[in-house]
Nanobody, 115 residues
Framework: QVQVVELGGGLVQPGGSLRLSCAAS????????MGWYRQAPEKKRELVAR???????NYADSVKGRFTISRDNAKNTVYLQMNSLKPEDTAVYYC?????????WGQGTQVTVSS
């Protein structure tokens, strides 16, 4: 089993920045993907950014150029640096970790972009 714990989130003004972190623990030896999804009220959960073994990344079009995902393999931790935040980025952000046995989710952290 893999446990996933998220940190970060909060309230920020439009144009501001936030950094989310997600640490995986437990049986982490076969993790091949770590990423972030988000879900806004009355909307479906959507992929924000993902990084896989080898370092390849992919991003939602709506966050390209503003968000950066990175991973510290030694710490089994993934980060999401969010810059130039917009009100439409407001959502609950969930960390997702995948290994050979399945997918694991964090509890979610609220990000609110508002003046």
């Amino acid at each position: 089993q893999v446990q996933v714990v998220e940190l970060g989130g909060g309230l920020v003004q439009p144009g501001g920045s936030l950094r989310l972190s997600c640490a995986a623990s437990g049986s982490t030896f076969s993790i091949y993907s770590m990423g972030w999804y988000r879900q806004a009220p009355e909307k479906k959960r959507e992929l924000v950014a993902r990084i896989v073994s080898g370092g390849r990344t992919n991003y939602a079009d709506s966050v390209k150029g503003r968000f950066t995902i990175s991973r510290d393999n030694a710490k089994n931790t993934v980060y999401l640096q969010m810059n130039s935040l917009k009100p439409e980025d407001t959502a609950v952000y969930y960390c997702n970790v995948e290994d050979m046995r399945g997918a694991y989710w964090g509890q979610g952290t609220q990000v609110t972009v508002s003046s």
